[in-house]
């Protein structure tokens, strides 16, 4: 079956993946992976947003953060039990290839990964809700920050815990549902804010040239 080849063609690929590891490398991915470790730049870029959008846009694109993270996540842990998917790490085939894992084996399922989905839902929100300052570009915050996602997202394959299509699935789904929810957020932020109406030329200031 078709589903059946992609899978062992997934495994094939995963396992090759993990096999790329060393001991300076483990302890890499393991940082990288772990998740409490990055609530400081969370905080930071949070402050950024409501600095740079004042603290009423910056709460709205930080809500819709939020709700993206949100609603990746569950999707993950409902994709989780209804497809019942093993992990690498509870597969014969994978365990006996000689998978290296990182770290706790978790629940049973593993389809679709909540680390890249959370990752990557955060990434696309946080660039979308940085456009919203009109004044100047985040090139090199938007680069830096997709490069984060996807350090996270495959630091799941080298901590035994996802296959790649684990990952590459939610990453597609995160970018569009991020996507949309960016946008309405966008939406919600002009409506909100009221730009001041240019004076016209009735009401500006007489020129100094004219007076007396």
């Known amino acids: 079956m078709l589903i059946d080849n992609l899978h062992r063609i997934d495994q094939t690929i995963t396992l090759y993946l993990n096999s790329l590891n060393s001991p300076a490398m483990d302890k890499f ?9 990055w609530y ?12 740079r959008l004042g603290w009423k846009n910056g709460l709205i694109v930080i809500a819709s953060i939020a709700l993206c993270v949100g609603i ?3 999707s993950a842990n409902f994709m989780k039990v209804t497809v019942g998917r ?7 085939e994978m365990v006996l290839g000689g998978l290296n894992v990182l770290e706790a084996r978790g ?15 955060m990434a696309v929100c946080m660039i979308l809700g940085f456009r919203n300052d009109k004044s100047r570009t985040y090139r090199v915050f938007e680069i830096s920050i997709l490069v984060w996602a996807s350090f996270v997202a495959i630091s799941r394959i080298f901590a035994g815990k ?10 597609i789904f995160g970018i ?13 932020i002009r409506k909100w804010v009221k730009v ?15 007076e007396s």
């Open 72 to 74: 990746c996540d569950q």
């Open 196 to 210: 001041p109406a240019e004076p016209s030329p009735s009401e500006s200031p007489a020129n100094p040239s004219q």
């Open 176 to 188: 569009c549902v991020c996507f949309l929810i960016g946008k309405l957020a966008a939406f919600v």
């Open 107 to 121: 629940g049973f399922y593993g389809f679709f990964s909540g680390h890249a989905s959370n990752a990557f839902s």
């Open 162 to 171: 996802h296959y790649l299509g684990d990952i590459l699935v939610v990453t």
């Open 86 to 92: 093993l992990r690498p790490g509870y597969s014969a």
């Open 29 to 37: 991915w393991q940082f990288v992976t772990t998740q409490e470790v």
């Open 40 to 51: 400081p730049m969370y905080l930071i870029i949070a402050g950024c947003l409501i600095w």
